[in-house]
């Protein structure tokens, strides 16, 4: 079993910046894909990035790309999503992902583990 716990979430001004921190224990989870998933009220869970055990190509939702930046610990066990130039369209549960070798990148279906998720709040 992997067990995945989020936490950097807040209430944060527009135009600020938050990190989310999803630390994770259990199996052998640095070698697992994780992702950052986000649902706002009233809409559908959306992606919002993935990184692999090495960290290298990281994929992103287009429309946070620039914004958003994944990154990973594995001495840590941590995935990081650092937020900036936050939006009230930024506003959602945020959620992470892992799975040793996802069904999907980019679709939550393919993921087997997940955390309770952190709420961000951005105030305009």
């Known amino acids: 079993q992997v067990q995945l716990v989020e936490s950097g979430g807040g209430l944060v001004q527009a135009g600020g910046s938050l990190i989310l921190s999803c630390a994770a224990s259990?199996?052998?989870?640095?070698?697992?894909?994780t992702a950052w998933f986000r649902q706002a009220p009233g809409k559908e869970r959306e992606f919002v990035a993935a990184?692999?055990?090495?960290?290298?190509?990281?994929r992103y939702v287009d429309s946070l790309k620039g914004r958003f930046t994944i990154s990973r610990d594995n001495a840590k066990n941590t995935v990081y999503l650092q937020m900036n130039s936050l939006n009230a369209e930024d506003t959602a549960v945020y959620y992470c992902?892992?799975?040793?070798?996802?069904?999907?990148?980019?679709?939550?279906?393919?993921?087997?583990?997940w955390g309770q998720g952190t709420q961000v709040t951005v105030s305009s």
């Open positions: 990184i692999n055990w090495s960290g290298s190509s990281p």
């Open positions: 259990g199996r052998t989870v640095s070698r697992y894909v």
């Open positions: 992902a892992a799975d040793e070798s996802p069904r999907s990148l980019i679709s939550g279906s393919g993921y087997d583990y």
